[in-house]
């Protein structure tokens, strides 16, 4: 299983560990059957429908697949894992 809370510690960024993260999601995609572009469609359609509630800050924001176990089944299944970072909730008082 992917440890992906790595990804959001504070562990340096050299060009070995962004690569070997790199590698990482290539490889989560080829397991999920889930095309850069895919990810990328699903990535703003999730961020037009936030930002109808909220102003999304773009520094420090992260969609990517990975692979968990299942509670049921103990088989792997899909995660989206997501992080975005919120400014302000907007006030959508009627």
């Known amino acids: 299983m992917f440890d992906f809370l790595k990804a959001f ?4 960024k050299t060009s070995k560990n962004v690569a070997k993260e790199r590698l990482k999601l290539v490889l989560v995609h080829d ?3 889930c095309s850069p572009q895919l990810l990328d469609m699903i990535k703003n359609d999730i961020l ?3 930002a109808n509630y909220a102003e999304i800050e773009e520094d420090g ?3 990517k697949m990975s692979k968990t176990r ?3 089944e103990d088989m792997p299944v899909s995660a ?6 919120l400014r302000h909730i907007k006030d ?3």
């Open 9 to 12: 510690s504070n562990e340096s």
């Open 31 to 33: 397991r999920v059957d």
């Open 48 to 50: 037009k429908v936030i």
């Open 61 to 63: 924001l992260e969609i």
């Open 70 to 72: 299942g509670e049921q």
């Open 80 to 85: 989206l894992v997501a992080n975005i970072p």
């Open 92 to 94: 959508r008082s009627m």
